[in-house]
């Protein structure tokens, strides 16, 4: 138990128990979204590549940078910063 500058006991405190957060895991619409809808990418890191979500696959935009840095067979997709942009009018 600890004590105060007096000399008199502090209860413990209690522990607080954490509930570890469980994620969702991804589900499909039609049992093979990324050939039929496009990946659902998470947010590119700075080396220009991503992830899907859905099937995991490895992707990096070819004008950032040439090749995925770590996969040699990951795919080629442009970024929000190199897609054509649609002019409304």
């Known amino acids: 138990m600890q004590q105060t500058l007096w000399g008199d006991r502090l209860p413990q ?3 607080k128990s954490v509930i570890p957060l469980q994620t969702a895991p991804p589900y499909s619409i039609t049992g093979n979204d990324c050939q039929i ?4 990418l998470r ?3 700075l080396a220009g590549c ?3 979500i859905d099937c995991q ?3 990096f935009c070819p004008r950032c940078i040439t090749a995925h840095p770590q996969d040699e067979n990951a795919i080629a997709v442009l970024c929000e910063r190199h897609e054509e942009r649609q002019v409304s009018a």
């Open 13 to 15: 405190r209690r522990k």
């Open 50 to 52: 991503s992830i899907c």
């Open 37 to 40: 809808l496009g990946h659902t």
């Open 43 to 45: 947010e590119w890191d």
């Open 57 to 59: 696959a490895k992707i």
